[in-house]
């Protein structure tokens, strides 16, 4: 039953919320698992809304960000850690703090203890290589992808779920749905990247044949018309809800709390939605038109805590 928590979470309800957020003077930084193409456009709307405050962001992969505020446990650098599955914040609920922002109540979900905010729900689609691969030989399914044919025209790659947020979610959801010898399976032949940018980068150049992506990304760059094909499975598609959270001990925490609201505000989605096609997780802002709609996949979600699952996905690669 788990693995249709999203697809529930997702599904009817709508809510209406006004736009939110007070300037505040002085400093802010933000560690983030986003990409310049996803953060940018947010970024420049709150300076908009906030010009008063000064951004530092800070980037890196999700797990060496969950890494380093857990160093600076007691002394901490960051005041808000954007990005990651809400799974990632749960087991790390401890370096957070609660802070119960007017906007959650507008989110298809929202974390009873307000440590996490909704952002924007996530699926991960297959990325293929059409320089490696042909029209005829796309692969339709997750099972697909043991296919021999694949490795022989440049190989799966699969982001490190020590390290990648994206990687985590692809491995918990898959092995909740079609076991760890099925995880096993593909990491025989599989490329492990150190990240997930490296991996959807990889399959763009034509290193790879195949992974998945973050299907905005996926929808950017068929839209450029680059080298790829993007597939969502029929037996599983992988989703998360990406969320942020308020660091404990954040040493600018009125700035901290701006940023959270802005983050939640209908207007802050809506370019979530138009300049960076990914879904809001607002429930009164309809998709992107450019994605395909949710209710007709079989949403596949993280089921197993990241330490189970990296150290499961080390094990089966052994073997």
Same mark, same amino acid.
């Given at each position: 039953?788990?693995?249709?928590?999203?697809?529930?979470?997702?599904?009817?309800?709508?809510?209406?919320? &006004?736009?939110?957020?007070?300037?505040?003077?002085?400093?802010? *930084? *933000? /560690?983030?698992?986003?990409?310049? $193409?996803? &953060?940018?456009?947010? #970024?420049?709307?709150?300076?908009?809304?906030?010009?008063?405050?000064?951004?530092?962001?800070?980037?890196g992969g999700?797990?060496?960000?969950?890494?380093?505020?857990?160093?600076?446990?007691?002394?901490?650098?960051?005041?808000?850690?954007?990005?990651?599955?809400?799974?990632?914040?749960?087991?790390?609920?401890?370096?957070?703090?609660? /802070?119960? &922002?007017? &906007?959650?109540?507008?989110?298809?979900?929202?974390?009873?203890?307000?440590?996490?905010?909704?952002?924007?729900?996530?699926?991960?689609?297959?990325?293929?290589?059409?320089?490696?691969?042909?029209?005829?030989?796309?692969?339709?399914?997750?099972?697909?992808?043991?296919?021999?044919?694949?490795?022989?025209?440049g190989? #799966?790659?699969?982001?490190?779920?020590?390290?990648?947020?994206?990687? /985590? $979610?692809?491995?918990?959801?898959?092995?909740?749905?079609?076991?760890?010898?099925?995880?096993?399976?593909?990491?025989?032949?599989?490329?492990?990247?150190?990240?997930?940018?490296?991996?959807?980068?990889? *399959?763009?150049?034509?290193?790879?044949?195949?992974?998945?992506?973050?299907?905005?990304?996926?929808a950017?760059?068929?839209?450029?018309?680059?080298?790829?094909?993007i597939? /969502?499975?029929?037996?599983?598609?992988?989703?998360?809800?990406?969320?942020?959270?308020?660091v404990?001990?954040?040493?600018? #925490?009125?700035?901290?709390?701006?940023?959270?609201?802005?983050?939640?505000?209908?207007?802050?989605?809506?370019?979530?939605?138009?300049?960076?096609?990914?879904?809001?997780?607002?429930?009164?802002?309809?998709?992107?038109?450019?994605?395909?709609?949710?209710?007709?996949?079989?949403?596949?979600?993280?089921?197993?805590?990241?330490?189970?699952?990296?150290?499961?996905?080390?094990?089966?690669?052994?073997?």
């Amino acid at each position: 039953m788990l693995k249709w928590t999203l697809r529930r979470i997702l599904a009817g309800a709508l809510a209406s919320a &006004s736009l939110l957020g007070i300037a505040n003077a002085g400093e802010l *930084v *933000v /560690y983030t698992a986003h990409g310049e $193409t996803t &953060s940018a456009p947010i #970024l420049e709307a709150f300076a908009k809304a906030h010009p008063d405050v000064k951004v530092t962001i800070v980037r890196g992969g999700t797990g060496e960000i969950v890494e380093r505020i857990r160093a600076e446990a007691g002394n901490a650098s960051a005041d808000v850690m954007w990005g990651g599955p809400t799974q990632t914040f749960e087991e790390n609920a401890a370096l957070f703090q609660a /802070y119960q &922002s007017p &906007s959650d109540a507008d989110m298809v979900t929202v974390d009873p203890n307000h440590v996490w905010h909704p952002f924007t729900v996530l699926l991960q689609p297959l990325i293929v290589s059409t320089k490696r691969i042909d029209a005829a030989s796309m692969p339709k399914t997750q099972k697909d992808l043991l296919s021999p044919d694949f490795a022989k025209a440049g190989g #799966l790659i699969i982001p490190d779920p020590a390290k990648s947020g994206t990687g /985590y $979610t692809i491995l918990s959801a898959l092995a909740g749905d079609f076991g760890w010898d099925f995880i096993g399976k593909l990491a025989k032949s599989a490329r492990i990247a150190p990240g997930s940018d490296d991996a959807f980068n990889a *399959v763009r150049d034509g290193e790879a044949a195949v992974g998945w992506i973050n299907e905005d990304l996926g929808a950017k760059w068929k839209a450029q018309g680059l080298p790829i094909a993007i597939v /969502y499975p029929t037996d599983a598609v992988t989703g998360q809800i990406d969320a942020q959270a308020i660091v404990k001990g954040a040493q600018h #925490l009125t700035e901290a709390k701006s940023f959270i609201d802005f983050l939640g505000t209908k207007a802050a989605h809506e370019i979530v939605r138009d300049a960076t096609v990914r879904r809001s997780a607002r429930k009164d802002t309809p998709p992107p038109a450019a994605l395909p709609d949710i209710a007709s996949l079989n949403i596949v979600s993280a089921m197993d805590p990241r330490a189970v699952v990296v150290a499961r996905f080390q094990e089966v690669r052994s073997k």
